[in-house]
């Protein structure tokens, strides 16, 4: 009985009541399982639409300040020695960590300089590698290219060069120093 | 022999209640602002991902703040811009 009253009240108070019935000709004509195709209710879409847009908001907030936290902080990196450096070959390259777990590059030229880049790609953060035939770094994601030298952009679309990696030679040995974000204007 | 087309064949139906199709109308018309404003959303998050890796700082102030004015008007349908129930219009 109880149970009946609710059913009645939930009728009245929906504004979705005939959502999971058959209600226009056609769907009467074609008697197939409507609880498949009425699973997902406008009030559930409006619900979840809304979750979205509290997500995004959210997400865009969260990233923009972090980005922005991040670039502000300035901390000096203490110098770490590159292990392998000295025996690099010219016209090579070899992976290493500066700062933390953060991944870089460091590039012996055909001259005998060196130089170090970050290895996340300005586009996308995907790792750039060094392509000896063509001497430069090359980013596979979206075929961004760098200069060897100075990390600046040569094509694709990479908004900025790429952080640079201060080294040093102590005693024979190459350090990292610091690293550098470069901006768009470089 | 006549074909009845699916407009004739609605018309033989009992028509539905102008008030019932109403709020139909205006729970379509709210699912469809919401979609267009989380599309808005979605660009303008990609947008400020864009900026930031790109450290273009000076964009994503407002970036944010349209992503929340967005937000705002998505709470605002939400909340406010209802069908209205059925209580209001047996009494109305």
Known sequence: ?186 | MKFETTELRYKRLPAKAPLQRGRAAVWQARLVLLVMINLAQLWILSAAVDAALGHEFRHLLGLVIASGVCWLISLSIFFWWKPVGSRQSGSA
């Open chain 1, 1 to 186: 009985m109880s149970s009946d009253l609710s059913n009645a009240i939930n009728n009245v108070l929906s504004d979705e009541q005939d959502v999971r019935s058959a209600t226009a000709a056609y769907q009467a004509e074609f008697p197939y399982e409507r609880d498949e195709e009425a699973q997902v209710t406008r009030r559930e879409f409006c619900n979840f639409l809304v979750l979205t847009s509290t997500a995004l908001f959210v997400g865009a907030a969260g990233f923009s300040a972090k980005a922005a936290i991040d670039a502000r902080s300035e901390h000096t990196l203490p110098p770490m020695p590159i292990d392998g450096a000295a025996e690099l070959q010219p016209g090579s390259a070899l992976n290493f960590h500066y700062p933390g777990d953060e991944t870089a590059i460091l590039l012996r030229a055909k001259d005998g300089s060196y130089s170090a880049f970050g290895q996340k790609c300005t586009h996308l953060s995907c790792p750039v590698h060094y392509a000896k035939e063509r001497d430069r770094l090359e980013c596979p994601c979206h075929e961004g290219g760098f200069d060897a030298r100075t990390g600046a952009v040569l094509y694709g679309p990479p908004p900025r060069p790429l952080d640079k990696i201060d080294i040093q030679t102590r005693n024979g040995q190459i350090y990292a120093v610091g690293r550098e974000v470069r901006g768009s204007e470089v």
